[in-house]
T-cell receptor, first 113, second 112 residues
Framework: GAVVSQHPSRVICKSGTSVKIECRSL??????MFWYRQFPKQSLMLMAT?????????EQGVEKDKFLINHASLTLSTLTVTSAHPEDSSFYIC?????????FGEGSRLTVL | KQEVTQIPAALSVPEGENLVLNCSFT??????LQWFRQDPGKGLTSLLL?????REQTSGRLNASLDKSSGRSTLYIAASQPGDSATYLC???????????FGAGTTVTVRA
């Protein structure tokens, strides 16, 4: 099956710094990727749709200046959490679509101190 | 807005019992419904995908049914094993834009 990889799997940073998370489709090209956020014991919430070669589409309530998304190639999308604060601590998961099905990365745990 | 609910939130059963996990959704105009497994601190593994025109899908010990008119799906896991312990998520896709609405999941513990 299709493989989606995320890096890093865990990151700890100080408040006020920026953190970049990468999402790669390893064995297929993905023109569209998706970024989700998951709080403990809660469902995944879609943050934004990442489109290769164009601007990301953000869901209502998601700050586009806080969560910068770049989809520079057909296999890579990046999410940058700018000026991170403790409330940004969460589990971030990306997904990519292939032949009508979505495949998910392993997730990235962000802890902001 | 599509609301997806999963009941129960947690379930503990002895090994060998059959598992029944429920998922309900408020808008019956769906494209498909997907069941995922999530292990602690990990991403999602797709288990079964049911298209809106289908009534059920089966894979090994797993069987998922879909009743669009009543807004329900059920995941059955036969003869549960300790390795089945995980959180099971139900997700509904509304159209061909790939956006999914997730339930909060059912956390399953299978006791040896």
């Amino acid at each position: 099956g299709a493989v989606v990889s995320q890096h890093p799997s865990r990151v700890i940073c100080k408040s006020g710094t920026s953190v970049k998370i990468e999402c790669r489709s390893l064995d297929f090209q993905a023109t569209t990727m998706f970024w989700y956020r998951q709080f403990p014991k809660q469902s995944l919430m879609l943050m934004a749709t990442s489109n290769e070669g164009s601007k990301a589409t953000y869901e209502q309530g998601v700050e586009k200046d806080k969560f910068l998304i770049n989809h520079a190639s057909l296999t890579l999308s990046t999410l940058t959490v700018t000026s991170a604060h403790p409330e940004d601590s969460s589990f971030y998961i990306c997904s990519a679509a292939l032949l009508g099905e979505l495949f998910f990365g392993e997730g990235s745990r962000l802890t902001v101190l | 807005k599509q609301e997806v609910t999963q009941i129960p939130a947690a379930l503990s059963v002895p090994e060998g019992e059959n598992l029944v996990l429920n998922c309900s959704f408020t808008d019956s105009a769906i494209y498909n419904l997907q069941w995922f497994r999530q292990d602690p601190g990990k991403g999602l593994t797709s288990l079964l995908l049911i298209q809106s025109s289908q009534r059920e899908q089966t894979s090994g010990r797993l069987n998922a049914s879909l009743d669009k008119s009543s807004g329900r799906s059920t995941l059955y896991i036969a003869a549960s094993q300790p390795g089945d312990s995980a959180t099971y998520l139900c997700a509904v896709r509304r159209s061909n834009d790939y956006k999914l609405s997730f339930g909060a999941g059912t956390t399953v513990t299978v006791r040896a």
